[in-house]
């Protein structure tokens, strides 16, 4: 914010009403995501698995030690890496991605992010950052399609929230999860209730059975690989799904899961190779649009402890409930907002690749202009060209009018009359 109003030039009292900017009534995160997808579906070269679009929901921990801030807690890193905590202090975040595609460039465009934990209504809720997930899927995705995540979603209440909506669900499950085979079909009815289930499969000893895969090549990450495949349909959390059981050209092995079992093995092993794509639209937001770096306190809350967990609101009053959803609204609206810009930056790469090539004032060593410019290449050539936009921008426009009337502004504004 405060590089804006030094590049405006705005006077120093419009800060205030920058911050005010993200408490304001006038509009919500999620009014704003909305118009965000009905952009999307327009415009956006929107990736297809099988006529449905393919969206990637994933979660991440952006580290805040404000004691003053909704929302914060300690969770458990969840992560593989070696170089993150096992603990760390911050706000739990849940992300929807939609998969865009021109020629060989693929990005994870980002479509809403909101905070999942850290503040509940009282200690006898039962709702968790997976149910919290299926939500932020089903309210915000314009169109029903195909979603991919990780290990901790692939659970009954993310699938059956899911199949309800319309939607179908690619996951990779842990090595030791445990199917059953159909029922067999008897033909004298007896006494009793007929079997749903059949033979119970634990799905890690049918890794170690080489007869039954098929070796295939596929494209996973960029490059073309070998890889042996086996597929089988079976009930598990009383739906029946197709398993892809897995072992890549390194030997490792891997168990994946569709509820759309029509699809082949190859695309499905290929589709859930599209989801690291959102790892790393999760760096571009914190390096280039440094999209979780807001610092909004709240003056009326207590301080609280390094380790603490959640934060219930059964015993606070209406007006303390109300700030704590205004201030996580804040939150959620700085976050928003940069994820939108990092997608217009994702957009123009997609579809206005050589114009960004030609006015690029970066010089490289090496160029690969057939993978397309990154979010970095975007972002600089729109700074250089800032100017020259801004100069041929209508006089008459909204943003010639604020800059016209702001840049003006010498007295700090009144605290009843801080413009939105």
């Known amino acids: 914010m405060t590089s804006v109003i030094r590049y405006f030039g705005l006077a120093s009292s419009e800060y205030y009403n920058l911050l005010h900017f993200f408490h304001s009534s006038a509009f919500s995160a999620q009014a704003l995501c909305t118009r965000w997808v009905e952009l999307l579906g327009r415009k956006a070269p929107v990736l297809n698995l099988e006529g449905q679009p393919v969206y990637v929901v994933d979660g991440l921990v952006s580290a805040k030690a404000g004691k003053k801030m909704p929302g914060v807690k300690t969770p458990h890193q969840a992560s593989e890496d070696n170089n993150k905590p096992e603990f760390v202090m911050g706000h739990f975040w849940g992300a929807l991605s939609l998969l865009a595609q021109a020629g060989s460039r693929l990005f994870a465009i ?11 209504a009282s200690p006898s809720q039962k709702v968790t950052h997976v149910t919290r997930m299926h939500q932020l899927v089903v309210s915000t995705a314009r169109m029903a399609g195909t979603v991919l995540a990780d290990c901790q979603y692939a659970c009954r209440p993310f699938i059956e929230g ?12 842990r090595l030791n999860t445990v199917a059953f ?6 033909r004298k009815r007896t006494r009793g209730r007929p079997k749903k289930y059949g033979k119970k499969v634990v799905l890690q000893e049918l890794l170690a059975r080489g007869a039954l895969f098929r070796g295939v090549e596929v494209e996973l990450y960029g490059r073309r690989q070998q890889a042996l495949l086996h597929e089988v349909e079976l009930y598990w959390q009383t739906r029946l799904v197709k398993f892809i059981l897995s072992i890549d050209d390194k030997g490792r092995k891997a168990i994946f899961l569709s509820t759309r079992t029509a699809l082949s093995a190859e695309a499905i092993v290929v589709a859930y190779g599209w989801r690291f794509k959102i790892e ?10 440094f999209a979780f770096c807001y610092r ?19 015993r606070a009053g209406e007006h303390y409930r109300a700030q704590v959803a205004r201030k996580l609204e804040a939150y959620e609206r700085f976050v928003a907002i940069a994820a939108i810009g990092l997608g217009l930056l994702q957009m123009l790469s997609l579809l206005y690749a050589d114009q960004v090539w030609d006015r690029l004032p970066l010089w490289f060593r090496t160029l690969r202009k057939e993978a397309g410019p990154s979010e970095h290449i975007v972002r600089a050539t729109l700074q250089s060209e800032v100017d020259r936009i801004l100069a041929s921008n209508a006089p008459c426009s909204l943003l010639a009018k604020i800059l016209a009337t702001r840049s003006k502004a010498y007295l700090p504004p009144h605290p009843l009359k801080m413009a939105a």
């Open 296 to 314: 909004f306190w709240m003056k009326a809350m207590e301080k609280r402890k390094r380790g603490d967990g959640e934060q219930y609101l059964h």
């Open 110 to 120: 980002p479509v809403r992010l909101s905070i999942q934990d850290g503040i509940k």
């Open 162 to 173: 899911l199949l309800c909506a319309g939607f179908h669900l690619i996951a990779r499950v």
């Open 181 to 186: 085979e159909p029922a067999p079909k008897v």
């Open 280 to 289: 790393v639209g999760f760096r571009a937001l914190v390096e280039r649009v």
